[in-house]
DNA sequence: GGCCGTGCTGAGAGCGCTCTCACCCCGGCG
DNA sequence: CGCCGGGGTGAGAGCGCTCTCAGCACGGCC
């Protein structure tokens, strides 16, 4: 009875009707039912009710110009994206925001070099009210990309092309690597010790060199043959830990710029039988949980909340957003946030 | 100059008056052409081409109730979701296949239990043509979710909720489990092992439940001490060799649920001093790369195709699609497909 | 040579919604 | 008591596209 033709979804029209009130009304109600009186809106709302009705998405799309939707951009550069425990945890923060915010995520998984295109058209195409980018290369398209199709675009992570602090600035959430790395080192100093390495990660990536420049900060004349180069991975500190004992056999302490390389030093001092921490003191960074917490014994850490930089990322998007939203605004580009980090003091320093 | 007021993107209409014909042909034109001269095709072409057009996504889903947008609902039911490598190669294959089927892939990432409403509201709503959803537990609502607001939607895995065979079938895709763990256990027996053991995974996973089905198939009268319980976790496998060790130290072989309880079975084994495969045979399944070929010595493991699983989703759900489309064909439940699985031999058996 | 396909093209009617106005009703003021 | 102003409501014009259907030109047939 509610429902006449059981097939078709009703519109705001069929509700209109049942409520005996005119589409406009409807419309206002179904939006926050602002300036609508009382009894209207009950009425309206239990003709909804009633009704199950549900507003059409592209009806609505068609006439604001806004869909509801931002997209989330993978571009694969190795073999493990998903896998990497950090991006699950920063998508699960972005896809809690964003279902706060009524917005659903598309997920936009770049194939290669030539799948740009696509991209390109589908971010031009006025899907999506947004993007949200991560750590992308200094070469990669992207930051360009949305440049050209002109769509508010957050990054996650500071980029570190050319240029990137001056005209070809894009908005991003980073943690405050630098900061931490420089609060990891000084908390190494102020437990006595003397010769603190560091096992560094990737060059073309700002999180690792911003992290080698706060070790640099705090120990200005270092010792350049104290600091080996590792990748990020577990292989890469067992290998600059083992560079490091040959080079320097009396360190005292090591910074790692992150927990998996942390991890595989740790293994290869152990394999030496040099005593973690009474021998050498070991920090990590990224407090990733699977690890730092695993270790014998677990990781001192500098710790980011990284679900909470995803959250960001999508509020400060949703910022921009909101600003302006037509055209017209080229330069609303949200402001860059540096999310605070902790020292998390575990067993291993 | 083609482009006359530079915020706003250009429409049909604009194209049309550029090209000197009707909406209509452009439409056919952009729609691929058929049906149209061959010297208007060109002109529509080069009128689209100038101009830049882009077709609005919103204006033709209106009217063609198609949205080329399909939902990947994630339950998060632990803690690692995405980290599952499983579960990256999965979408990677679905996002393929569907940009092939230009598609797109929007995210629903369900935050408990709670959570159920909002995904209902958000499928009923008409914004996706069709669903993809993976390994649901048995009491999930999902299933009943989404026959009610009738949403196609193939799931991942075989489900094994009481009536999942009869009534309450849903479509799905799956590897042959039962047949891989045969083929596994057959292979073992050719190696002339005769006290196979099995860590079978999960009870309430079909994928475990089903591979220790083909496990029994072969071995008709196996000793039930021979089947220890796992959870598909690399500690489990450890603890459950322990067990096995323990219970049946004469034992030749073990077939695992999958290849981190394998590696965790393998770690065991060489703590105790067995040889493998000189003392004991293993092998594993799934063949993840990141496991089966970085253990010593390599996995001889169960290989199944994930990748073309996601993807054989999305051709299902497409042919389910495209079958009826408009409503009134409440059954166009696409069948369910089993993948062959592929015996990988390597070092351990 | 007239008639009927056949093949293209264009006109126009929506799809379901939002949003601007015009309108109406009422209270307060002169 | 008439007039003005303001809050509440409705009418209607689109948003950009697809798709049906009418119309037109052309060729083959009787």
Redesign the interface.
């Known amino acids: 009875m509610p429902d006449p033709s059981p097939?078709?979804?009703p519109t705001l029209e069929a509700v209109a009707a049942r409520a005996g009130v005119s589409r406009a009304t409807v419309s206002r109600v179904v939006n926050g039912g602002a300036g609508v009186r009382r009894p209207l809106v009950e009425r309206v709302r239990r003709a909804v009710e009633e009704l199950g009705y549900?507003?059409?998405?592209?009806?609505r799309?068609?006439v604001t110009r806004r869909?509801g939707?931002v997209a989330?951009i993978i571009a694969e550069p190795e073999f493990?994206?998903?896998?990497?425990?950090f991006?699950?945890q920063q998508?699960?923060g972005i896809?809690?925001e964003l279902?706060a915010h009524d917005s659903?995520?598309?997920?936009?998984?770049v194939?290669g070099a030539g799948d740009y295109e696509?991209i390109a058209?589908?971010l031009?195409?006025?899907?999506v009210d947004g993007a949200l980018a991560f750590s992308v290369h200094d070469d990669d398209e992207l930051p360009s990309i949305v440049r050209r199709v002109q769509v508010p675009t957050v990054f996650g992570g500071r980029p570190g092309w050319p240029g990137a602090t001056g005209e070809l600035a894009v908005p991003y959430v980073d943690a405050d690597n630098r900061g931490g790395a420089r609060e990891a080192v000084r908390y190494l100093l102020a437990q006595g010790r003397g010769r603190i390495a560091h096992i560094a990660g990737p060059r073309d990536q700002t999180s690792a060199t911003d992290r080698l420049a706060g070790y640099r900060d705090v120990l200005l004349d270092a010792d350049p043959d104290l600091v080996a180069q590792g990748d990020f991975t577990e292989e890469s500190g067992a290998r600059a830990m083992a560079e490091l004992l040959e080079r320097r056999p009396g360190l005292d302490a090591v910074f790692a710029g992150n927990d998996l390389m942390a991890s595989g030093a740790l293994r290869v001092l152990r394999e030496r039988g040099l005593r973690v921490p009474e021998d050498v003191a070991l920090v990590g960074f990224d407090d990733m949980a699977s690890v730092a917490e695993a270790t014998d014994p677990p990781l001192t850490t500098v710790r980011q909340d990284i679900e909470g930089m995803g959250r960001l990322m999508v509020r400060l998007l949703m910022r921009a957003l909101h600003q302006d939203g037509g055209?017209?605004a080229p330069d609303a580009a949200p402001g860059s946030v540096i999310t605070p980090t902790e020292l998390v003091r575990r067993a291993s320093a």
Chains 1, 2 share one sequence.
Do not use: K, M
């Not at 549900?54 to 009806?59: G, L, M, S, Y």
């Not at 659903?104 to 998984?109: A, H, P, R, Y």
């Open positions: 097939g078709a979804r549900i507003p059409n998405h592209a009806a799309t068609l869909n939707a989330v493990r994206v998903f896998s990497d425990p991006f699950e998508v699960r896809s809690r279902t659903q995520l598309v997920l936009l998984w194939e696509r058209r589908y031009g195409g006025g899907h055209p017209g």
